[in-house]
């Protein structure tokens, strides 16, 4: 499975951004698909997760009532719409598939199948 992550890119802090992912191979539609996200000097962090049908996700409290995920599954697409981006939010965002399918929580690092190769998001103060 190959996912390729675009949508970012440098935006004011307020603003807002649509990161997209595409999955090539595979069963995209069994797949539970998530954000991770990573700056500079920190560990990659959980952001939001999707499951396979769409009608379960999961957001880290730092996104929660800002970012929305959703997915189209005969577009083999994830999308990640950011709203009242922080200048916190600046990161290399990574689109993430795990073939469990179901989302009860966050997605595990560990628990990832495939992984994307990233997009730049820098929110500017």
């Known amino acids: 499975v190959q996912l390729q992550a675009s949508g970012g890119g440098l935006v004011q802090a307020g603003g807002s951004l649509r990161l997209s992912c595409a999955a090539s191979g595979g069963t995209f539609s069994s797949y539970a698909m998530g954000w991770f996200r990573q700056a500079p000097g920190k560990e990659r962090e959980f952001v939001v997760a999707?499951?396979?049908?769409?009608?379960?996700?999961h957001y880290a409290d730092s996104v929660k009532g800002r970012f929305t995920i959703s997915r189209d599954n005969a577009k083999n697409t994830v999308y990640l719409q950011m709203n009242s981006l922080k200048p916190e939010d600046t990161a290399v965002y990574y689109c993430?598939?795990?073939?469990?399918?179901?989302?009860?929580?966050?997605?595990?690092?560990?628990?990832?199948?495939?992984w994307g190769k990233g997009t730049q998001v820098t929110v500017s103060s």
């Open positions: 999707i499951s396979w049908s769409g009608g379960s996700t």
């Open positions: 993430a598939a795990d073939r469990y399918g179901v989302v009860a929580g966050p997605l595990n690092y560990y628990d990832v199948d495939y």
